[in-house]
């Protein structure tokens, strides 16, 4: 028994010391940008790259958030992807729940047209969507950068939901509809609430790509007024750059956002994520 409870705390131990140890190399990069933006770019070239600032320099933050126009660039990010996010579970899943439970004919073409859009990657499809939305006249607007938005976050969106319905019971909708109500009824009263953990999952994919999107708002925006966050980080890099305080400020300055969704929804997050997997 003695020889039992050893091996028992010895694994503790063992797993304990790993886990710490991948919570430092993911913890500690962060940490090390942080401690970056605190430096002049004079100090940055000529101290050690691990040492502490000699002399705390916060002048970089207001700046970089100056000379970025971050104000702007964070409101339109968080307008393109709370309306992309909102969008997406909406439409998605009503479709979602058209091709698991509504069949017809077209259930099938209509449905793989949504699973091709999956394996097109984005470079194939940038000079068709830059000439079309040049051509209706929505260059260089919000809505114009929304829609493609919306349109290329839809194809995932769309098929986890229709993967994820198909396990919910048919005798619940017809048991629902027996009783007289309509589909729609049907859809936000039993099978949207029993999807929330999918729509947790698609949630947190569609915030995360959006918010991070960098290729598709340099195509379709030249307006400083409409591009977002990751546009603004990327004005203080490259080979022109050589503000190093600068450059870290920025990077913070775009992390901070994801830190703080993180932190506020973690207890959903983890919920959502699991709960999705397990019924998957």
């Known amino acids: 028994m003695a020889d039992v409870r050893n091996t028992n705390t010895l694994a503790k131990i063992v797993i304990y010391t790993i ?19 605190f430096k002049t770019t004079q100090e940055y070239i000529a101290a050690s790259k691990l040492a502490l600032p000699k002399l705390w320099y916060f002048k970089n933050y207001p700046q970089t958030w100056t000379i ?46 949504f699973i091709i859009g ?28 929304l829609i493609p938005y919306i349109g290329v976050g839809l194809p995932m969106g769309v098929y986890l939901s229709t993967e994820y319905i198909k396990s919910i019971p ?3 909708i017809e048991s629902a509809r027996i009783d007289g109500a309509k589909y729609l009824k049907i859809f936000y009263s039993i099978i ?10 698609v949630a947190i994919l569609m915030i995360t790509g959006t918010w991070n999107e960098f290729m598709l708002i340099n195509i379709l925006a030249s307006n400083d007024a409409i591009k977002s966050l ?17 450059q870290f400020t ?31």
């Open 68 to 113: 970025g126009n971050f104000g702007v660039l964070i409101a339109n990010s968080i307008l393109y992807t709370a309306v992309t996010v909102a969008a997406i579970i909406a439409f998605g899943f009503m479709a979602g729940f058209a091709f698991a439970k509504l069949k017809s004919k077209a259930t099938p073409i209509l449905h793989g047209s």
């Open 250 to 280: 920025a990077l913070v300055i775009g992390i901070i956002p994801m830190v703080l969704f993180y932190i506020a929804f973690r207890k959903q997050i983890t919920t959502g994520v699991a709960a999705g997997a397990v019924k998957g």
């Open 192 to 201: 949207f609430p029993m999807a929330a953990p999918v729509a947790t999952t």
């Open 230 to 246: 990751p546009v603004g980080i990327s004005r203080f890099s490259g080979a022109l750059a050589s503000d190093y305080g600068k």
């Open 19 to 37: 886990v710490m140890i991948f919570t430092i190399l993911a913890i500690y990069p962060l940490f090390w940008l942080v401690i970056q933006s």
């Open 170 to 172: 048919t005798a619940l």
């Open 118 to 145: 999956i394996l097109l990657t984005l470079q194939s499809i940038l000079i068709p969507l830059f000439l079309m939305i040049r051509s209706v006249g929505l260059y260089d607007t919000h809505l114009g950068v």
